[in-house]
């Protein structure tokens, strides 16, 4: 008989641990700040010791036009950035199916399959980040945004503001977050054969958590996509629709709020 106690004190540790590093990074990436800076340090590439070009991952890119190691920095930077504000969302999900799928003497590898399943999540996050750190780099090139991921424009920031407000009240929104808050129905409803099932299993539950919020995501580029704190408040916001009662209703205020903050911002 498996030990369910020590199977989910494992689970949570190993999954608050990968949460807690994601945050480090962005923590360590943030504190690079231009006027921590010198100018020969001012893009991501750097010189190595034998002389070839090196690339810092805990260095954001600044001014001037990206390139592909720019890219290559920030799309690391996203993917991590949606592990820190997705993954603890995920954790009512994940243990919902190791303890279903722990009971069921078919099943001969739980953990396999709750590795399947995380990193079926990982592959939905990276398909969004390199969307994101597509269009940032679009934006940065362009002068949209400037080095910190901000839109430069508060009429282009209000009309985000306002979309993702409205979003809030649709019922895709309403879809997507109920199959995120009721992660029992959402496994019972399917069959589990195999590790392909798992895997597909996956996929759907991610595209349906990444459905909920991936405005809000974007929402990073009104106050910045390295600013700290404003990342800590949107996965606040998401682990409360998520996670708390009356879904709809914080939803809701939330949009009413976006609405009400888009408009201020168009208006001024």
């Not at 592909?68 to 991590?80: A, G, P, Q, S, T």
């Not at 820190?84 to 999900?93: G, N, R, Y």
């Amino acid at each position: 008989m498996r030990d369910f106690k020590v199977e989910y004190l494992i689970t949570l540790f190993a999954l608050s641990v990968l949460v807690a590093l994601a945050w480090y990074y962005l923590y360590m990436m943030a504190s690079y700040t231009p006027m921590s800076m010198n100018m020969e340090n001012k893009n991501p590439m750097t010189m190595s010791m034998d002389g070839t070009n090196t690339i810092n991952f805990l260095m954001m890119p600044m001014t001037g036009e990206w390139g592909i190691n720019d890219f290559i920095v920030m799309f690391v930077m996203w993917l991590i950035m949606m592990i820190a504000m997705m993954l603890p969302s995920t954790f009512i999900f994940l243990n919902i199916f190791r303890m279903m799928r722990s009971n069921m003497k078919s099943v001969s590898s739980p953990i396999i399959e709750m590795l399947i399943i995380t990193l079926s999540y990982f592959v939905v996050w990276a398909v969004f980040s390199l969307i994101a750190c597509t269009f940032q780099y679009f934006l940065h090139n362009n002068g949209v945004v400037d080095m910190m991921g901000t839109f430069q424009n508060k009429f282009i920031a209000g009309i985000l503001l306002i979309g993702a407000g409205l979003f809030q009240f649709s019922s895709l929104k309403n879809a997507c977050l109920e199959k995120c808050r009721n992660p029992l129905s959402f496994i019972m409803g399917r069959k589990i054969k195999g590790y392909t099932d798992v895997t597909y299993l996956g996929l759907q539950h991610g595209i349906f958590c990444l459905g909920c919020c991936w405005l809000l995501m974007l929402l990073l580029f009104v106050n910045g996509v390295m600013n700290l704190l404003w990342v800590v408040a949107i996965t606040a916001i998401v682990l409360i629709e998520k996670m708390l009662p009356f879904e709809q209703l914080s939803s809701r205020f939330l949009g009413f709020l976006l609405v009400g903050w888009g408009s201020y911002l168009i208006i001024i």
